[in-house]
C-alpha cells in the first residue's frame, strides 16, 4: 500500500505516522521537506532569476516532478493543514489526488473544519492527529482497530 | 469554447468578465455564488443537522455535483485567489482541473505570487485582471491582440 | 444536464420527478419500466429459450445496452430503492456510475440506511423523496433553494 | 493473478477458495470479514456520532479504502451472494468492477438466479460452489480442467 | 443513438435496417461500401504501388480514418459475418469496439456458430436477420417490442 | 517485456519463438492451446448444455478472462493466422489490442495478405516466421540485428 | 467531421483546403497564424519579460490552450512541413495527437522524408499537397474519389 | 524511477547522464542508438524495399515499439536537441510524453530557445546540460541540491 504524505512541512507529523506505523505494509512518500531547499531548487540547479515569479516558478515545477509522481503513484493521498500560512499547495494535491479517484485523508484541527468543507467532502476519512491517520492504514491493512 | 469561473465569490469579477466577453463565442459556468445558499443547500433540502462538520458536508457534496460537471466539462478553467478567506475550495478546483488536463488560468493579485507558486506553476496563464481573462479567450478564440 | 433514474419500477416515482423538474433544463432517461417488456425482450427478438437463466440472460443484456449508454452519457445517476424485492440491479448501477465517476444521488427509505450504508457512502446526496431530487436537481442547475 | 472476493461474510467460503488454491500462483484479496469491526472502524477511530447514519457513513468510507483498491488492483473479481441480507454491497462491488472492465465471477443459488440477472449478464462465469471458482482459477491460471 | 454497421458488404443488410428503422431516433454509420474505392482509395490518392501488400496497405489506413471514428463515436457496433470471405476486418472491428466497452450486436447465420464463439461471447445481443437488429433498436430506444 | 502470443493453435509456432528467444528478457503467455479443453471448459466446470451455442458461450466465457487479462498487461501482441479455419477469434484479439494502444506484430502467409490488410493496416509489423519474431523482439529489447 | 490543421504558416495551405472542401461536412481548426501576434500574445496581455526566454514562453503557453483543445476535440490532425524552419511545434503537435488516437495526416515534399520517417510511421496517411488532403477528407467523409 | 533518454544519438550526453547518476535509484531507457540499425532493423528483419519509403518506414515501426514502451513506462521523458539535423523525432517524442502526462525535461543549446518554445512550454525544467539533467534527477528523487 502505497501512502503519499503531503501538506504542511513545518511539525514533525510524517515522522510520527512513519513511526507508529512501523511494521505495516506501508510505503510512504512526501515532498521535499527542507523549505529552502523547496523554495531554491530551480535556480540552484537551472540559474538564478531577477524576478521573484520565475524562480518560484522554476522551484514549483522541479517540485512538480516528483509530487505529480507521488500522488500518482499512491493509494491513498493524505493531506495536513497546519496552524499557519496559506497552504494552497495541499489543497491543490488534493483536488489532483481526487481527480485520480485516489482514497483520500485529510487532517486538520477543528479550527479549519468550514473554510476546508469541500476538501472534506472529497475525501473518505477526515482526522485530527498522525495516530489516527496510522489506526486508519492499520485497519485498511490489516483489519485491526485500536485497542 | 466553455470556461468555467472558479474561486473568489465576493467581488464581481465573474460579470466583469461576462460582460467584457460579449460577442465571443464563449458559455462560462460558475458555482453557486449566494454564500448563504451555498452554505446551506444541505440542509435546506435535504434535513438539519446537529454537528456543523455534516451540516457543510452535506453542503459542500451537493455544491460538488454542480462543480464537478462544470470543471469536466470546461475547456478553461480560470480560479481567482481574492484578498481574503482561505480559500482551499479554489485551490482544491485548480488541482482537480490540472489533473483532468484543463486549461488553467489563475487571477491573483502579487501579494499572494509566492504562497501560490505551485498552482501557478501548473498554469497556462497568470493574471491579475477580469480584462487580462477576457484578452486571454478573446486570443485563444479569435486570435486578435489588444489595441 | 443529463440525469439516470435507475431502480424501482413498481411506483411512479419517475413520473414525479419529471413532472416536478418541468421547466428545468434536464434531460432525464430510465430503464425499461414495462416489467413484463424487460424480462421477456431477449426471447421475444431472438427466439425462446428452455432454461430460466438463459431467457433471462438474453433479456438482461438487452437491457444493458440500454443501461450503459444512459450511465455514460449521465451527470447525474438517481438510483431509487423501494420496499420491495431485491433490487440488485439497482445497487449494481450504482457502482457502476461510482466507478465512472458520476455524481450519485440514493433515495430510500430510513428502514434501509444500514443495508445500504456502502451505496450511500458513494453518493453525493442521500434523499426520502421525489421532491427532494428535484430540489437538488434545481440547486445544482440554477441555485435556487425551495422556499 | 490477483482476486478479489467480495460479498456475503458469514459463512467460511473465502477460506475454502484460498485452502483449494493452495499452489495456484493466485494472491487473494478480501474485505474485512469481521462484522463489528467492519460496522463500527469508522467511530473507533475517528470518534463517536449520534446518528445511525453518520455513524455507518464514517465506517462504510473506511472500508471503501480497502474494497477500492483492492478491486481496482484485482485481476478477477468473485462476488458471492448469500442466502441472507440485502447484500447491496457486493451487488455495488459487481457494478464498480464491471465499470473497470474487470472479469467478474459471480456466486449463487438457484433461487436468486432471477433477481440477479444483470449481475450474471455482467459475469464471465456464474456458479454455485467455492470449488467451482477454484477450478475457473485453475483452468485460467493453468489450463487443466476437474479430472 | 449512433450504431455503426460493420462487416460483410456484398448483400443489402445495411440498406434493410436504415429502412427498417425508419422514424427511430438512431443516426447510422458504415464503412465505404464500395468494394473497388475501398480497395484502391489509398493508391488512388496517393500514388501508385508496385507493390500488393503497400497498395492494400495505403488503402487499408485511409479506410481506418473512417473506421476509428465511426466506432469511437458510436453507442452500438453491428458487426455482420456473411457466407463468403474470411472477413477478418469485422472480427478486427468486434475486438476494436469491445476493447473500447462499445455494446455489439453480432449477426450471422448458423453455420458460423462454432467459429464465432469469442466474437458471440463479447457481445451483448447475437442474431440471424436484419429485422432482429431493428426490433432491438426499437426496443432499447422506445422500450416497445415486436407485436 | 511481455509477449502475448495470439491465433493459431495447431502448429508448434509458439514453441518456436519460446525457444529461439531464451535468454531474451521476455516473459510470453498464451491462451489455452490444448483445443478440447479450450472448447469444454465452460460445462466441465460449470454444467452441461443442451445448445451448442451456450456450450460454446459459457468456454469462450472462461477463455476471455485469461485472454483479456493477458492482452491487457502485454507490451506487444503477437498474432499468427494459419492456413485452416475462420479464426475470427485471432482477428478479434488484434483489434482489441489495437484499440487498447498495444504494439501488433501479425504473422501469416502471403496467400492471406489481402483479406488481412486491415489487421496489417494496425501493426507495427508484419511477418511470415517465428524467426523474425524473435528477431524483433531481440532487435526491440537489446538492439541487435540478425547477423 | 473536426480537422486540425497544424504546422507551417507561411503558406497559403490552409485557405487552399478550406476552399477545396467547401461543401464538405468538415469543420476546420488552426493555430494563430499570425506569426507576430503569435509570438508576442504573452507579454502583450501579462505584461513585458526582459528574458528572451520568458518572453516566448509566456506566449508558447497561451497558443497551447488553444492547440490543445483543438487537438483534443479534432477526429482529424493535418500536420504539414514546410521547406524552412525547425517547425518542431508541427512535430510536438503530432506526437501530442498520436497519443490521442487521432488519426494522423502528414504533409511534406520528398526532400524531408527520411527525417520524418517516425512522424509518418505513426501517420494514416503521408502527402504532398493540400489538394491531396481533400481528396482523403472527401473520401473518409462521403465514400467517394477523385474523377 | 523510470527515466527515458530521448533524441539525439550522435554524442555521448546518455553516457554522462548515467555516469553522473550512479548510485541513484533511476533506471535509464532509450532507443536505440546504433545509427545504422536503427535505420535498417526493418528490412534487415522483414526484407528489402524497392523504396526508401517503405525502408524507412519499416524501420520506424519496429523502432517505435520500443520508444512507445519506454515512453510508456517512463516517470520522466528527457528530450535533448542537438545542433545538427531535423530532430523531428524528438519533437515528436516530446509531444506523446506531454500528452500522456509525463515529467517533460528538455535540453538544448540557446541557439534554439526559440524554434523549441512550444516544447519548452510544456516542459517542467529546461536544462543545457547532462549534469543539470542528474541534478534535477537527485533532487527529485533525495530532495539533495547541489554543493
Not at 515545477?61 to 499547495?89: M, P
Not at 469541500?118 to 492499520?138: F, G
Request: hydrophobic share 45%; aromatic share 8%.
Amino acid at each position: 500500500m502505497k501512502v503519499y504524505l503531503s501538506g504542511e512541512i513545518h511539525t514533525d507529523w510524517r515522522d510520527q505516522i512513519v513511526e507508529d506505523a512501523a511494521g505495516l505494509d506501508v510505503t510512504f512518500s512526501a515532498p521535499v521537506t527542507d523549505h529552502d531547499a523547496s523554495d531554491d531548487c530551480g535556480v540552484a540547479i537551472m540559474g538564478a532569476e531577477d524576478s521573484k515569479f520565475w524562480h518560484d516558478h522554476k522551484g514549483a515545477k522541479l517540485n512538480a516532478i516528483r509530487t505529480r509522481k507521488a500522488i500518482t503513484d499512491a493509494d491513498i493521498v493524505v493531506v495536513r493543514f497546519g496552524e499557519k500560512y496559506k497552504q494552497w499547495n495541499a489543497a491543490f494535491d488534493a483536488g489532483f489526488a481526487a481527480a485520480l479517484g485516489k482514497s483520500l485523508i485529510v487532517m486538520h484541527g477543528a479550527e479549519h473544519q468550514h473554510p476546508l468543507k469541500e476538501v472534506d467532502a472529497a475525501a473518505l476519512a477526515v482526522v485530527e492527529t498522525p495516530q489516527q491517520v496510522v489506526e486508519i492504514l492499520r485497519y485498511v491493512r490489516d483489519g485491526t482497530l485500536p485497542a
